[in-house]
């Protein structure tokens, strides 16, 4: 694929917040974006094409496909199918491999442990019958998690004791508890042609199994951080990756554990946009476009807060804040646990 030149189509797949501020970063590269979206699509609102429909379409797939010249996507549990399709028709970036192990967490601890990182140890757990030997193993406490379509702590059941017997209902991975001290990620991003830029790694704090905040300088030890950016250039190099991605990791008394990788722009690098030259959100359009990579270097301490539900209603006291930015997702309704927008503040 040759260098996107200004005025081309992106595809993005997904029309959530992260495709949205996807979009308002193409348009600033001169780029129109085309959201493939089955819900709700607040990036619908910025984008200069939306498509309602769901992935199974094959018509409206193949339509998408043909009027944009490089599909990208916003989230990674994209249906096998439509995938196949789309790929038959224009690039994909980041490529299958990268969907594919981030989709299951199986395939994903296996290619982490494979490339010689340390995760959680886990086991396969196919079905319930496999549970009991996976818990003997392991010990408790273990965390059960589905290997498909799980994200926010979601289909996730914590074992305190090898004689527990609850099951997510789908085939999983039971993972050993991991003792941290802290949650990292960091936001690495791969171009074309193999250059790789890293972001500071940011200090990740989750509540209810949402992120809710993320905090640069993160303050752990320089030798740690520069550990965490050479194994996300790792897993980068690995997936002969092109884009941006986020590799959550533990910090724990004997090192780095992965926790997961993410194949696209990640809640945890919002703070980019105001640390940085440029964002993770333009360095995912530079790579997906064939451009240079920004250098990921940054120029400010910063706080990302994420507004989630009723946390919108402070949106005048936030409004007030100095050295604060506010982003807005645009959606309608403000239900418990739903991600409304974020504020990075400088400090
Ligand atoms: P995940 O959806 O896998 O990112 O898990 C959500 C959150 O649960 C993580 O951010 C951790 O706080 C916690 N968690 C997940 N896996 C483990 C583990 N193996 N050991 C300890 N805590 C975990």
Redesign the pocket.
Known sequence: MNDLKPGATIGILGGGQLGRMLSVAASRLGYRCHVYEPGAAPAGDVAQRLTTAPYEDQAALRAFAESVEVITYEFENVPTAALDLLESLRPIRPNRRALAVSQDRLAEKDFLTGIGLRT?PYRNVETESDLPAALAELGAPA?L?TRRL????KG?IRFSDVGQRDWTGAPSVL????D?SA?ISVIVARGAGGQVAAYDPGL?V?RD?ILRTTTVPCGLPAGLLTDAVLIAARIANALDYVGVMGV?L?VTAGGLVV??IAPRVHNSGHWTQAGCAVDQFEQHIRAVAGLPLGDGQRYADVEMENLIGDDVLRLPELLGQPRSQVHLYGKGEARPGRKMGHVNRLR
Do not use: L, R, T
């Open positions: 959680a965390i998690k799980g994200y926010d702590g996730q993972e050993g508890f991991v941290f949650e990740n989750h199994g959550e533990f926790n997961e």
